[in-house]
């Protein structure tokens, strides 16, 4: 018993470590808490989708391993909680310009073809996530085209 009780507040330790490093209205909790819904989205997460998901976020982001891990952990917990993606896409349409927000949708982009196809399921997410964000359809499908000549050439 007492072993749970050291592992409760452990837990909560942990997660107020997480809170500290990332606030509600940081718009990478938002990014990463959308390419988390993503990556499950098709019912099949891959370990190549997750390992991208570590490597975007850790990359873009230019964050610690621990970092990368908090913030997937705290996007996980958002994601759980969220009914709908307007309170993500808010907040990036809030902190990020433009060309930020069509880099939400490159990286989402990134990460759906992390395991080499498209699902529907992932194809519609990025198409309504784009349109929440005010990314175009020119965009949208630009952006797709040069991910996928970036991953033929490597």
Partial sequence: MFDNLVQFFKGLSANEDEACLFSDGD?????AALLVHLVSVDGVVEEAEQK?????????YALSDDETKALIALARERDNEAVDLYNFTSV?????????????????????????????FEDN???????????????RIRLR????AQQDDQ
Avoid: C, P
């Avoid at 964000?133 to 965009?139: A, C, F, K, M, T």
């Avoid at 085209?145 to 996928?148: A, K, L, N, P, T």
């Fill in 125 to 139: 997410l990025v198409w309504r996530v784009a349109e929440l964000l005010g990314v175009s359809r020119r965009d």
């Fill in 27 to 31: 718009y990478r909790v938002a990014a």
């Fill in 52 to 60: 991208a998901l570590r490597t975007l976020l850790k990359d873009r």
């Fill in 145 to 148: 085209q040069s991910v996928q």
């Fill in 92 to 120: 990036l349409k809030r902190n990020l310009d433009e060309d930020g927000r069509a880099q939400i949708i490159e990286m989402m982009w990134e990460l759906v073809l992390a395991d080499g196809h498209i699902h529907e």
